[in-house]
Protein backbone atom coordinates (compact mmCIF):
# COMPACT_ATOMS: atom_id res chain seq x y z
CA UNK A 1 0.00 0.00 0.00
CA UNK A 2 3.22 2.25 0.15
CA UNK A 3 3.28 2.72 -3.48
CA UNK A 4 0.27 4.35 -3.77
CA UNK A 5 -0.20 6.33 -0.31
CA UNK A 6 2.19 9.21 -1.89
CA UNK A 7 1.56 12.67 -1.95
CA UNK A 8 0.06 12.13 -5.55
CA UNK A 9 -2.67 9.84 -4.58
CA UNK A 10 -4.98 12.59 -3.43
CA UNK A 11 -4.98 14.71 -6.18
CA UNK A 12 -7.47 13.22 -8.22
CA UNK A 13 -10.20 13.87 -5.36
CA UNK A 14 -9.21 16.78 -5.23
CA UNK A 15 -12.26 18.69 -7.56
CA UNK A 16 -14.75 16.12 -6.19
CA UNK A 17 -14.36 17.07 -2.85
CA UNK A 18 -13.54 20.66 -3.11
CA UNK A 19 -16.65 21.89 -4.93
CA UNK A 20 -18.10 24.28 -2.73
CA UNK A 21 -18.55 27.91 -4.20
CA UNK A 22 -19.35 29.56 -0.69
CA UNK A 23 -15.79 27.94 0.76
CA UNK A 24 -14.22 30.89 2.47
CA UNK A 25 -10.60 32.00 2.13
CA UNK A 26 -9.31 29.70 5.30
CA UNK A 27 -11.47 26.82 4.45
CA UNK A 28 -10.28 27.19 0.50
CA UNK A 29 -6.51 26.98 1.78
CA UNK A 30 -7.27 24.24 3.79
CA UNK A 31 -9.04 22.19 1.11
CA UNK A 32 -6.45 23.15 -1.54
CA UNK A 33 -4.75 20.56 -3.40
CA UNK A 34 -1.20 21.95 -2.12
CA UNK A 35 -2.48 22.31 1.67
CA UNK A 36 -3.89 18.22 1.04
CA UNK A 37 -0.27 17.28 -0.02
CA UNK A 38 1.35 18.92 3.09
CA UNK A 39 -1.14 17.04 5.44
CA UNK A 40 -0.81 13.21 3.41
CA UNK A 41 3.07 13.94 3.53
CA UNK A 42 3.00 14.46 6.62
CA UNK A 43 0.95 11.40 7.32
CA UNK A 44 2.69 9.11 5.16
CA UNK A 45 6.68 10.35 6.21
CA UNK A 46 5.48 9.06 10.18
CA UNK A 47 4.31 5.69 8.30
CA UNK A 48 0.29 6.09 9.71
CA UNK A 49 -0.50 4.42 6.38
CA UNK A 50 1.55 1.18 7.75
CA UNK A 51 0.16 -2.34 8.38
CA UNK A 52 -2.75 -1.29 6.31
CA UNK A 53 -4.02 -3.73 2.72
CA UNK A 54 -3.47 -2.12 -0.51
CA UNK A 55 -7.06 -3.33 -1.21
CA UNK A 56 -8.03 -0.59 1.04
CA UNK A 57 -6.29 2.67 -0.34
CA UNK A 58 -10.10 3.62 -1.99
CA UNK A 59 -11.28 3.56 1.81
CA UNK A 60 -8.23 5.45 3.47
CA UNK A 61 -7.93 8.05 0.61
CA UNK A 62 -12.17 8.64 1.14
CA UNK A 63 -11.55 8.97 5.75
CA UNK A 64 -8.81 11.40 4.46
CA UNK A 65 -11.09 13.61 2.67
CA UNK A 66 -13.82 13.22 4.93
CA UNK A 67 -12.02 14.24 8.00
CA UNK A 68 -10.83 17.44 6.52
CA UNK A 69 -14.60 18.47 5.92
CA UNK A 70 -15.46 17.66 9.45
CA UNK A 71 -12.62 19.11 10.93
CA UNK A 72 -13.78 22.25 9.17
CA UNK A 73 -17.10 22.03 10.39
CA UNK A 74 -16.79 21.09 13.73
CA UNK A 75 -14.41 24.08 13.60
CA UNK A 76 -15.97 27.03 11.89
CA UNK A 77 -14.71 29.75 14.30
CA UNK A 78 -11.32 29.18 12.77
CA UNK A 79 -12.58 28.79 9.00
CA UNK A 80 -14.94 31.67 9.04
CA UNK A 81 -12.34 34.41 8.31
CA UNK A 82 -12.62 35.96 4.69
CA UNK A 83 -8.93 37.10 5.37
CA UNK A 84 -6.63 34.15 5.19
CA UNK A 85 -5.20 33.77 8.82
CA UNK A 86 -1.95 31.61 9.03
CA UNK A 87 -2.27 31.15 12.44
CA UNK A 88 -5.92 29.84 11.98
CA UNK A 89 -4.53 27.61 9.34
CA UNK A 90 -2.21 25.91 11.27
CA UNK A 91 -4.20 25.36 14.07
CA UNK A 92 -6.81 23.88 12.00
CA UNK A 93 -4.25 21.32 9.77
CA UNK A 94 -3.20 20.33 13.31
CA UNK A 95 -7.08 18.97 14.06
CA UNK A 96 -6.94 17.66 10.63
CA UNK A 97 -3.77 15.75 11.73
CA UNK A 98 -4.63 14.75 15.16
CA UNK A 99 -8.56 13.11 13.89
CA UNK A 100 -7.07 11.65 10.99
CA UNK A 101 -4.63 10.02 13.33
CA UNK A 102 -6.84 8.71 15.52
CA UNK A 103 -9.65 7.98 12.52
CA UNK A 104 -6.75 5.67 11.14
CA UNK A 105 -5.79 3.65 14.62
CA UNK A 106 -9.39 2.66 14.71
CA UNK A 107 -9.40 1.48 11.12
CA UNK A 108 -6.65 -0.82 11.69
CA UNK A 109 -8.90 -1.85 14.95
CA UNK A 110 -11.45 -2.88 13.17
CA UNK A 111 -9.36 -4.88 10.59
CA UNK A 112 -8.51 -7.39 13.67
CA UNK A 113 -11.92 -9.38 13.32
CA UNK A 114 -10.93 -12.73 13.92
CA UNK A 115 -9.73 -11.66 17.16
CA UNK A 116 -12.48 -10.10 18.26
CA UNK A 117 -14.74 -13.45 16.64
CA UNK A 118 -12.35 -15.65 18.73
CA UNK A 119 -13.03 -13.22 21.84
CA UNK A 120 -16.74 -13.22 21.59
CA UNK A 121 -16.19 -17.49 21.08
CA UNK A 122 -14.62 -17.73 24.73
CA UNK A 123 -17.02 -14.87 26.16
CA UNK A 124 -19.60 -17.55 24.89
CA UNK A 125 -18.00 -20.79 26.81
CA UNK A 126 -17.61 -18.72 29.84
CA UNK A 127 -21.27 -17.64 29.91
CA UNK A 128 -22.23 -21.18 29.35
CA UNK A 129 -19.58 -22.45 31.93
CA UNK A 130 -20.99 -20.18 34.72
CA UNK A 131 -24.38 -21.66 34.03
CA UNK A 132 -23.48 -25.47 34.36
CA UNK A 133 -21.56 -23.99 37.66
CA UNK A 134 -24.99 -22.74 38.84
CA UNK A 135 -26.56 -26.19 38.18
CA UNK A 136 -24.06 -27.59 40.06
CA UNK A 137 -23.99 -25.49 43.16
CA UNK A 138 -27.92 -25.38 43.56
CA UNK A 139 -28.34 -29.03 43.20
CA UNK A 140 -25.55 -29.65 46.21
CA UNK A 141 -27.19 -27.05 48.53
CA UNK A 142 -30.23 -28.98 48.20
CA UNK A 143 -28.36 -31.76 49.10
CA UNK A 144 -26.44 -30.49 52.17
CA UNK A 145 -30.04 -29.42 53.62
CA UNK A 146 -30.41 -30.66 56.87
CA UNK A 147 -33.19 -32.44 57.47
CA UNK A 148 -36.00 -32.70 60.63
CA UNK A 149 -34.97 -35.68 62.89
CA UNK A 150 -37.13 -38.34 62.86
CA UNK A 151 -39.47 -38.99 65.50
CA UNK A 152 -38.66 -40.56 68.83
CA UNK A 153 -40.00 -44.11 68.75
CA UNK A 154 -40.61 -44.75 72.68
CA UNK A 155 -42.28 -48.27 72.39
CA UNK A 156 -40.01 -49.75 74.46
CA UNK A 157 -41.95 -48.08 77.31
CA UNK A 158 -43.42 -51.03 79.05
CA UNK A 159 -47.26 -50.35 78.87
CA UNK A 160 -48.77 -53.48 81.46
CA UNK A 161 -46.16 -51.88 84.40
CA UNK A 162 -48.42 -49.42 86.84
CA UNK A 163 -47.39 -46.01 87.42
CA UNK A 164 -47.68 -44.04 90.24
CA UNK A 165 -48.14 -40.33 89.90
CA UNK A 166 -44.30 -39.73 90.77
CA UNK A 167 -43.28 -42.35 88.44
CA UNK A 168 -45.77 -40.53 85.76
CA UNK A 169 -44.11 -37.17 86.97
CA UNK A 170 -40.43 -38.66 86.03
CA UNK A 171 -41.24 -40.34 82.98
CA UNK A 172 -42.72 -36.84 81.47
CA UNK A 173 -39.69 -35.00 82.46
CA UNK A 174 -37.43 -37.77 80.91
CA UNK A 175 -39.36 -37.63 77.79
CA UNK A 176 -38.82 -33.95 77.50
CA UNK A 177 -34.98 -33.93 77.91
CA UNK A 178 -34.73 -36.46 75.60
CA UNK A 179 -36.79 -34.26 73.29
CA UNK A 180 -34.69 -31.51 74.24
CA UNK A 181 -31.46 -32.94 73.11
CA UNK A 182 -30.09 -31.90 69.49
CA UNK A 183 -29.46 -35.08 67.80
CA UNK A 184 -26.44 -34.77 64.98
CA UNK A 185 -26.91 -33.75 61.39
CA UNK A 186 -27.50 -36.73 59.45
CA UNK A 187 -23.72 -37.29 57.33
CA UNK A 188 -23.25 -35.25 54.17
CA UNK A 189 -23.40 -37.14 50.82
CA UNK A 190 -20.58 -36.00 48.81
CA UNK A 191 -21.40 -34.88 45.53
CA UNK A 192 -19.65 -35.29 42.44
CA UNK A 193 -19.24 -31.76 40.78
CA UNK A 194 -17.39 -33.21 37.76
CA UNK A 195 -13.99 -32.32 39.12
CA UNK A 196 -12.36 -32.65 35.54
CA UNK A 197 -15.13 -30.32 34.07
CA UNK A 198 -14.03 -27.69 36.69
CA UNK A 199 -10.34 -28.12 35.92
CA UNK A 200 -11.15 -27.75 32.29
CA UNK A 201 -12.62 -24.76 32.76
CA UNK A 202 -10.83 -22.99 35.35
CA UNK A 203 -8.18 -23.53 32.26
CA UNK A 204 -10.62 -21.45 30.01
CA UNK A 205 -11.01 -18.89 32.38
CA UNK A 206 -7.13 -18.81 32.53
CA UNK A 207 -6.56 -18.37 28.71
CA UNK A 208 -9.39 -16.04 28.57
CA UNK A 209 -7.64 -13.92 31.71
CA UNK A 210 -4.27 -13.72 30.04
CA UNK A 211 -5.73 -12.74 26.03
CA UNK A 212 -7.28 -10.22 28.11
CA UNK A 213 -4.54 -8.88 30.00
CA UNK A 214 -2.48 -9.12 26.80
CA UNK A 215 -5.11 -7.06 24.90
CA UNK A 216 -5.13 -4.09 28.01
CA UNK A 217 -1.28 -3.97 27.09
CA UNK A 218 -1.80 -3.90 23.54
CA UNK A 219 -3.90 -0.75 23.39
CA UNK A 220 -1.89 0.67 26.33
CA UNK A 221 0.68 0.68 24.01
CA UNK A 222 -1.29 1.68 20.68
CA UNK A 223 -2.67 4.72 22.69
CA UNK A 224 1.25 5.61 23.74
CA UNK A 225 2.10 5.29 20.28
CA UNK A 226 -0.99 7.35 19.01
CA UNK A 227 -0.36 10.30 21.36
CA UNK A 228 3.37 10.46 20.89
CA UNK A 229 3.05 10.63 16.73
CA UNK A 230 -0.06 13.53 17.04
CA UNK A 231 2.80 15.28 19.02
CA UNK A 232 5.44 14.48 16.49
CA UNK A 233 3.28 15.01 13.63
CA UNK A 234 2.43 18.92 15.76
CA UNK A 235 6.15 19.48 15.49
CA UNK A 236 6.93 18.57 11.88
CA UNK A 237 3.57 20.36 10.43
CA UNK A 238 4.50 23.55 12.43
CA UNK A 239 7.96 23.06 10.44
CA UNK A 240 5.85 22.67 6.98
CA UNK A 241 3.78 25.44 7.03
CA UNK A 242 5.92 27.87 8.57
CA UNK A 243 7.28 29.04 4.82
CA UNK A 244 3.32 28.80 3.75
CA UNK A 245 3.24 31.56 6.32
CA UNK A 246 5.75 33.91 5.49
CA UNK A 247 4.79 33.70 2.08
CA UNK A 248 0.88 34.42 2.86
CA UNK A 249 2.52 37.40 4.75
CA UNK A 250 4.24 38.58 1.54
CA UNK A 251 1.36 37.97 -0.72
CA UNK A 252 -0.98 39.93 1.71
CA UNK A 253 1.67 42.78 2.28
CA UNK A 254 1.77 42.77 -1.37
CA UNK A 255 -2.42 43.15 -2.25
CA UNK A 256 -2.38 45.96 0.47
CA UNK A 257 0.54 48.06 -1.78
CA UNK A 258 -1.48 47.33 -5.16
CA UNK A 259 -4.87 48.55 -3.30
Known amino acids: ?20 ANLNSNASFITSKENKEVLWNVLYNNKVFNNIPETDFNNIQMLFEK ?4 SLDENRELSTNTISDPKNIIAINKIILQNMV ?4 NYKKSLLTPIEIKETLKAEKLEEFDKELS ?6 NELITLKKPEVIDFSDVK ?6 SNNMNELLEKIQKER ?3 FPPPPIEVVDLNVGLLVEKEKELEEISQININNSSKNLNIDYELHSKI ?3 SVQLEQLLANQMLIME ?3 AIQREND
Open 1 to 20: MAARLNSNAILNSNARFNSN
Open 67 to 70: TILK
Open 102 to 105: TTIA
Open 135 to 140: AKKVSF
Open 159 to 164: EDEPLS
Open 180 to 182: AIT
Open 231 to 233: DKL
Open 250 to 252: KLN
